[in-house]
T-cell receptor, first 114, second 114 residues
Framework: AQSVTQLGSHVSVSEGALVLLRCNYS??????LFWYVQYPNQGLQLLLK??????LVKGINGFEAEFKKSETSFHLTKPSAHMSDAAEYFC????????????FGTGTQLKVEL | DAMVIQNPRYQVTQFGKPVTLSCSQT?????MYWYQQKSSQAPKLLFH???????NEADTPDNFQSRRPNTSFCFLDIRSPGLGDAAMYLC?????????????FGPGTRLLVL
């Protein structure tokens, strides 16, 4: 079955430390992959997306993600966390043949500490 | 600024009392989506409109209906809300239904059912 998994529902980092949020998918054909961020009581904002071009994708706010087909992964990273990065992050996929239907992971709450 | 607008941001209704949530967009996009996001869960697609064509997800309860009177507006109607329908409801838009198209989300309406 096709699915998307985010490891770690809560991640805590110190300000200035590396941020790594994990996302894996299960599909025989590589899907389209997205990372969205959601601040409290707000909608979802697109951080970046992979649509079969370059495997390293750069997004907004200093985030980037690398598509690794062999590992079926699309982990999100940021070299140096800022307090304003505290939010919930959702990995989402559109599977082949799925039109434009986004299937979301369960989300990772990022906490940034001083 | 072009955007997706949802009104109201917070809605309280009574068990069994019909309620309508509103979404409007100034992006002139062809596609409008409704997602349900329950507390601490991933957003889940309920249905979408491509222009005037309505596309319902197979597991969307019959209690949920939608109307799109014109390009700019889309409504979510819950005919008889139950306690389990309390959630954040997110509206999104995209130009087309192809996977490469970004979905732009509104801020959401949080529904409370008493």
């Amino acid at each position: 079955a096709q699915s998307v998994t985010q490891l770690g529902s809560h991640v805590s980092v110190s300000e200035g430390a590396l941020v790594l949020l994990r996302c894996n998918y299960s599909s025989s054909v590589p899907p389209y992959l997205f990372w969205y961020v959601q601040y409290p009581n707000q909608g979802l904002q697109l951080l970046l997306k992979y649509t079969s071009a370059a495997t390293l994708v750069k997004g907004i706010n200093g985030f980037e993600a690398e598509f690794k087909k062999s590992e079926t992964s699309f982990h999100l990273t940021k070299p140096s966390a800022h307090m304003s990065d505290a939010a919930e992050y959702f990995c989402a996929v559109i599977f082949t043949g799925g039109g434009n239907k986004l299937t979301f992971g369960t989300g990772t709450q990022l906490k940034v500490e001083l | 600024d072009a955007m997706v607008i949802q009104n109201p941001r917070y809605q309280v209704t009574q068990f069994g009392k019909p309620v309508t949530l509103s979404c409007s967009q100034t992006l002139n996009h062809n596609v409008m989506y409704w997602y349900q996001q329950k507390s601490s869960q991933a957003p889940k697609l309920l249905f979408h409109y491509y222009d005037k064509d309505f596309n319902n997800e197979a597991d969307t309860p019959d209690n949920f209906q939608s109307r799109r009177p014109n390009t700019s507006f889309c409504f979510l109607d819950i005919r008889s809300p139950g306690l389990g329908d309390a959630a954040m409801y997110l509206c999104a838009t995209s130009r087309q239904v192809t996977p490469q198209e970004t979905q732009y989300f509104g801020p959401g309406t949080r529904l409370l059912v008493l």
